[in-house]
C-alpha cells in the first residue's frame, strides 16, 4: 500500500485532525491509500460556485479561503479551512454544484480524493457513513452558534471569541504570546464576522489598551487568553 508523500509536519496535521484521528486505523490507512497530494501557492482556485464537485479534501497546511462575490462584485470571505479538516463531502453525498467559491490562502498542501474513489471508500467501509454523518452534525451545530452569536452577542465578543478560535487553530506559542500564523488583514476579520472594517478595528484597539492582543500588520498576537475569554462572555 502506497501512502501520499506529506512533510512530517503536514502528516501530523492530518493524523491529530479531531474528525480524521477518531478513525479506525484501517479506514485511515484506506483513505491514505486512494488519496494523492497537491500544493498550491496562496490564492490558487480550488473550486467556483455552480462548478461540479469532483473531489473531497483534507488540509494539511495552509488554509482553504471559502467565500463568494457580492452582487457589487466584492470578494467576501465567509470562513478558512484549517489543516486538519475535510471538506467537499457534501456536494459529492447531494450530487449538486459547490455553493461557494474557494481558493487557497498561503502555501497550502492538499490531501485529495477523488469522487470515484470517495464513493467506493463509503461502500467498502460502513463507517465513514457513520463519521462524516458525526462530521455534518458538529458542523449544523457550529453553523446554529455563529447564527446565535450573529443575533445575541455585541461584536466585541464576536471578535474575542473568533480571534480565540484562530489562535486554537493557527496559533503559534512563542512564550506567553500566542502568534496567529494565519494572514489576515482587519477587512478579513470584518467579513468572518459581518461588520465593519471600522467597528472591528476599534475593538481591536480596546483589546490593545487592554492587554489583550497585540495588533502587526496582516497579525495578531495574543497576550492574553484569559483577557479575551472575558470579553467573549460579556
Known amino acids: 500500500m502506497t501512502t501520499p508523500v506529506l512533510t512530517i509536519v503536514e502528516r501530523h496535521h492530518i493524523d491529530s485532525g479531531p474528525w480524521f484521528s477518531r478513525l479506525s486505523q484501517t479506514l485511515r ?5 486512494r488519496a494523492h ?7 490558487a482556485m480550488l473550486t467556483s460556485r455552480g462548478a461540479p464537485a469532483d473531489e473531497w ?3 494539511a497546511k495552509g488554509a482553504i479561503r ?12 465567509l470562513t478558512y479551512v484549517e489543516p486538519g479538516a475535510w ?3 457534501i456536494s459529492l453525498f447531494d450530487g449538486l454544484p459547490h455553493t461557494h467559491d474557494a481558493h487557497s490562502h498561503g502555501d497550502t498542501t492538499l ?4 469522487k470515484n474513489d470517495f464513493k467506493d471508500l463509503l461502500a467498502q467501509h460502513v463507517e465513514l457513513y457513520e463519521a462524516l ?8 451545530r457550529l453553523m446554529f452558534d455563529v447564527v446565535e452569536d450573529l443575533n445575541t452577542r455585541p461584536l466585541a465578543a464576536r471578535l474575542a471569541k473568533q480571534i480565540l478560535l484562530l489562535a486554537r487553530s493557527y496559533g503559534i506559542n512563542q512564550g506567553e504570546e500566542i502568534r496567529i500564523g494565519l494572514q489576515l488583514a482587519q477587512e478579513d476579520l470584518a467579513q468572518l464576522l459581518g461588520a465593519s472594517r471600522q467597528r472591528v478595528n476599534q475593538e481591536l484597539k480596546s483589546f490593545e489598551r487592554d492587554g489583550a492582543v497585540r495588533v502587526e500588520p496582516t497579525r495578531l498576537v495574543v ?3 484569559e483577557k479575551l475569554l472575558a470579553f467573549a462572555e460579556r
Open 87 to 89: 471538506v467537499g463531502d
Open 223 to 225: 497576550l492574553s487568553r
Open 66 to 77: 471559502v467565500g463568494s462575490v457580492s452582487l457589487s462584485g466584492k470578494q467576501v470571505t
Open 111 to 114: 490531501l485529495v480524493v477523488r
Open 57 to 59: 479534501c483534507g488540509v
Open 37 to 43: 497530494v497537491r500544493r498550491l501557492s496562496d490564492g
Open 29 to 33: 490507512n484506506a483513505i491514505l491509500a
Open 133 to 140: 454523518l458525526r462530521l455534518q452534525c458538529r458542523r449544523l
